[in-house]
């Protein structure tokens, strides 16, 4: 048989650009019950310390268990669980007034950063030999291999899902001599983040994917496919926080990095991370101190792009931190499974296909069509007709579209099929879902093969189609869609407080890399996630041709050396720049960033917002060169974004949010500047926001400072504000819903009338299945959710009467009399967009239970930059009252 390349190429395309779909949004989720504290400086966690503080939390009935050590020395701790099912989380301000606690926070869970986005394969072997690997060319790496500079001698730190190590394209083993020469697992296998971890010194792992691509594209070597990794000479250390499934927690993702910082890591990476957008959270901390200390940390910008602006990820927003955002691939590599058919038993062709997530085995069938019409809208989405024939023993060919996939399997099932081709109503190629136990194979196939396929057979011709399942090709073609611009899934910041981030933009859409052995040994994932280790070669290429430079330093060349990239949303190419809080130094130049004799002292300028505006930034400009350079000042403006949709809105509009080119007018001290070998000068840098915007839908602005020195060098400093103070951005918005009281017993969240009756145990002061009143409901359940995030936000009960007297204790906060605050409250640092619940079980959060009543909870969140003295300064919403009693 022949297989015409040509025609394979052609297809390819429309199979990968199949899954960049997002999903559901992000949950901030935290370990219940579990704690991360870090002890006083003086402390050390020596087991007196540790036995103490744990025989504290027994004396509170706290029954502690042990979950972390964290002692490094950077951040000096414990993690550990309490009963989740005691009274709520009155534990945590009772631990923070313990005086051996410097902080207390709740463990906090995060993801691995990546979509899948194309069927595995299994490989063979081979080698190649100049580096023309598409990432390689777009970020300059190709011309550092060409000088023999492929990361010998650095280590780089990943942190993730482990790796299998014994693959070929990682060196085939582990420790001293392997190219993964070092590393840990902290969790087991079966750690899924709420559960105690289990560690072993063994970081191999296969039954994940993530730790191998990641690490591959880094320090893949020859393979088959004729790539490596970008520092294919490096050494890895690989520390493994992930077990098979689920989540990480904070305390043991704080434990990896102080590891790997303590074992001498060049560099450390994590494609790992949860909205948030503050600097504070405990894991932003920690990776902050390691920056502070000397190592540079790269960090995934976070795939909620969807979202809008303001949504930064932990701990990516972390101060210091390279936080790193994803580029379309070029190409669109891509693993693409083949069948064959033949047309009356004579001419024959082949068509590649998806496989649905039932799959499809071997067959080799004649194709019956339920439609002679390829362009038929809901295809066998009603039930066939009675004279359909026996279907047993057919493949049957029926087009995407109106109805769901089960819908139409079944109705091809209520005349025997058992095998089924789709074929699509759009682009690209989709995984079919088929539950319907009667069927044992789906796939599909396009658009074009589907309608060419119908054609022929309402011709009368008839079609055998063989599916064998060894036929994968493997092509990379010409991605002219969104290849070199921001991938759109892609995190926008500023974060909350005004922090310009991402640093700088890697490939990260569509990235050809290792997969351990058992899942294929190649394939092809999209995230941040691929675009973080990148840039982490990089900077180990950094070092190994510089290393005297410094974290900070590193970051900033990264951050200034970048080129600026236009903006896509996915189907069309704009003529504007992508906002700096999308592309941040727009996308890295490996090159420049080892050779640049220019070196600033800043990865960007953050103006701030208008009640907080900077109005004389500046930046120092170093010639690390041997000759007197003079330099030239200019500046281009991004596109401004606008945070909301209109004027009345409070809610961030998802992706693409409106662009503008109105942009801000920016002046220098001196338009050029003669900077003498060796030496140093400050340039200062004024601006003038972009007039005639939409204040009210929260402008974000931004653009390059474009320096061009006369030994060649080409800078582009990134700078950002906000065009609107901050503090008028509503945070909590009541006609969301928010804030609600719903039942615990009810997982699907869904609010409850006024007057609701909840009866809580007190034998047990956990929820009692055993007990419920006569609507079935237990224990009050309050659910906030922000429109924009909040650094604090208060739940402070009321009687729903309004009057106080059978109360003797209330207390005033914030100008209002109330009972006090429930238990579990205040919150902090919560991002927007994301809903949590906090169980109020008639306790305050003194440990004092309120008397049988009703009441309500009056849900007050601080706007950002706002005094959380004043009472002004907070947006405020109440719940519908509600009535707890309570039974022995
Ligand atoms: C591929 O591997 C086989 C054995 O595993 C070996 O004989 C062959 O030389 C390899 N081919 C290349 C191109 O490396
Ligand atoms: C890396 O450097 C070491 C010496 O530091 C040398 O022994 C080794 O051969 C080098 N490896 C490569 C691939 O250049
Ligand atoms: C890798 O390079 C070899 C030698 O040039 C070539 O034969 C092979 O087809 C390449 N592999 C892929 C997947 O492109
Ligand atoms: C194709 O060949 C098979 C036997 O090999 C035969 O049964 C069938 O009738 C042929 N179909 C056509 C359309 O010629
Ligand atoms: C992209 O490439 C495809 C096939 O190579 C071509 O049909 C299409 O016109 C190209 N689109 C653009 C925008 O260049
Ligand atoms: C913006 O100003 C506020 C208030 O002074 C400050 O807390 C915040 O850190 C500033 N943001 C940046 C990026 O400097
Ligand atoms: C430059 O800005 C920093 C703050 O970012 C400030 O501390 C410093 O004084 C400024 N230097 C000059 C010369 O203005
Ligand atoms: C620097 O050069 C680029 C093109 O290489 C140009 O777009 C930019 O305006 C120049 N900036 C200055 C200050 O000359
Ligand atoms: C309290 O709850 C725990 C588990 O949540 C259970 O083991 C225990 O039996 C309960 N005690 C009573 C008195 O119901």
Not at 437 to 445: C, Y
Not at 725 to 733: G, N, Q, R
Request: proline share 6%; glycine share 10%; net charge negative.
């Amino acid at each position: 048989m022949l297989f015409n390349i040509a025609t394979l190429l052609a297809l390819a395309p429309s199979v990968l650009s199949a899954v960049t779909d997002n999903g559901a949004k992000k949950q901030r989720n935290v370990v219940p019950g579990g704690y991360i504290v870090e002890f006083e400086d003086v402390m050390s966690v020596a087991s007196d310390t540790k036995s103490s503080f744990y025989s504290e939390l027994a004396d509170k009935k706290m029954n502690p268990t042990h979950r972390m050590d964290l002692s490094s020395s950077l951040f000096k701790g414990l993690s550990f669980h309490v009963d989740s099912g005691l009274d709520q989380t009155v534990v945590a301000s009772d631990i923070q007034a313990m005086p051996l606690v410097r902080k207390v926070w709740p463990i906090s869970l995060y993801d691995t950063q990546d979509f899948v986005t194309a069927p595995y394969v299994n490989g063979s072997n081979s080698t190649g030999s100049s580096d023309v690997f598409s990432t390689h060319l777009m970020g300059h790496v190709d011309r550092l291999h060409a000088e023999g500079l492929t990361g010998n001698g650095t280590t780089v730190a990943v942190i993730d899902t482990g790796i299998d190590y014994l693959h070929p394209a990682l060196g085939g083993c582990f420790g001293p001599g392997c190219k993964v020469a070092y590393g840990y697992d902290l969790v087991g296998d079966d750690y899924d983040g709420t559960n105690t971890p289990v560690p072993d010194p063994d970081p191999y792992s296969s039954c994940n994917d993530h730790g191998t691509h990641v690490a591959g594209i880094v320090a893949a070597g020859p393979n088959p496919y004729n790539f490596t990794g970008v520092v294919p000479d490096a050494t890895l250390a690989i520390y493994r926080v992930f077990g098979c499934s689920g989540s990480s927690g904070d305390d043991v993702l704080i434990d990896a990095f102080t590891r790997a910082y303590e074992e001498g890591a060049d560099i450390i990476t994590a494609s790992i991370g949860g909205a948030n957008g503050w600097t504070e959270e405990p894991w932003s901390v920690v990776v902050s101190r390691i920056v502070a200390a000397g190592t540079p940390c790269t960090l995934a910008a976070g795939n909620d792009g969807s979202e809008g602006l303001f949504y930064g990820s932990s701990a990516a927003d972390g101060i210091g931190v390279i936080a790193v955002g994803s580029i379309d691939n070029i190409e669109s590599p891509v693993f693409t499974t083949y069948g064959i058919y033949s047309v009356d038993n004579s001419t024959t062709g082949q068509f590649g296909y998806l496989e649905a997530a039932i799959g499809m085995p071997n067959i080799s069938l004649p194709l019956w069509a339920v439609s002679e019409d390829s362009t038929i809208p809901g295809d066998a989405c009603e039930p066939l007709p009675a004279n359909t024939p026996d279907l047993a023993g057919k493949l049957v060919l029926i087009r995407r579209g109106t109805c769901t996939f089960d819908t139409k399997a079944a109705n091809v099932a209520a005349f025997g099929a058992q095998y089924i081709m789709f074929y699509n109503n759009a682009p690209s190629l989709t995984s079919a879902s088929v539950t319907d136990p009667d069927i044992l194979g789906a796939a599909m196939v396009s658009a074009e093969q589907g309608a060419s396929w119908v054609a022929t057979l309402a011709a009368g011709s008839a079609i055998q189609v063989t599916i064998t399942g060894d036929l994968t090709v493997f092509s990379s073609p010409a991605n002219n869609v969104t290849g070199g611009h921001m991938s759109t899934f892609t995190m926008w910041n500023p974060t909350n407080e005004a922090y310009v981030k991402p640093e700088i933009s890697a490939p990260g859409g569509n990235i050809l890399s290792t997969l351990p052995l058992a899942q294929g040994g190649y394939g092809v994932l999209s995230g941040t996630s691929m675009a973080t280790p990148f840039v982490a070669g990089v900077v180990a290429l950094m070092k190994q041709a510089r290393p005297d430079l410094d974290a900070y330093t590193i970051r900033a060349i990264l951050g200034t050396t970048g080129h600026p990239v236009t903006f896509n949303d996915g189907t069309t190419t704009y003529d504007y720049l992508a906002p700096v809080v999308q592309q941040g130094g727009g996308e890295v130049d490996a090159y420049a960033a080892v050779y640049t004799s220019t070196v600033l002292d800043v990865a960007n300028l953050a103006f701030n917002d208008t009640a907080h505006f900077v109005k004389e930034a500046n930046f120092t400009i170093t010639n690390r060169g041997s000759s007197d350079i003079t330099y030239n000042f200019d500046y281009v403006n991004a596109a401004t974004a606008y945070t909301l949709p209109d004027d009345g809105s409070t809610q961030p509009q998802t992706f693409p949010p409106d662009l503008v080119t109105s942009g801000a007018s920016v002046h220098f001290s001196s338009g050029s500047i003669s900077v003498a070998a060796g030496k140093s000068e400050v340039v200062i840098v004024t601006l003038s926001p972009p007039e005639n915007l939409a204040t009210a839908r929260i402008p974000v602005y931004s653009g390059f400072i474009t320096i061009n020195g006369t030994n060649g060098d080409s800078l582009n400093l990134p700078y950002a504000g906000i065009a609107s103070s901050l503090k008028d951005a509503t945070v909590l918005d009541p006609s969301t819903g928010y804030p609600y009281i719903t039942s615990t017993s009810d997982n699907t969240f869904v609010p409850l009338d006024p007057g609701t009756v909840f009866t809580i145990s007190l034998a047990n002061a956990t929820v009692n299945d055993t007990i419920s009143n006569s609507t079935g409901l237990l224990v009050p359940n309050l659910r906030i959710g922000l429109v924009m995030g909040s650094s604090l936000i208060r739940a402070d009960l009321l009687p729903s009467n309004g009057t106080y007297g059978t109360y003797s204790n209330t207390t005033t906060i914030l100008g209002v009399k109330t009972l006090g605050a429930i238990a579990g409250t205040p919150t902090l640092y919560q991002p927007r967009a994301n809903a949590w619940s906090t169980a109020f079980y008639g306790v305050l959060d003194d440990g004092s239970r309120v008397p049988a009543g009703t009441y309500s909870i009056l849900v007050r969140a601080l706007r950002i930059f706002g005094d959380a003295t004043n009472p002004d300064d907070y947006d405020s919403a109440g719940t519908v009252p509600f009535t707890i009693r309570y039974v022995h």
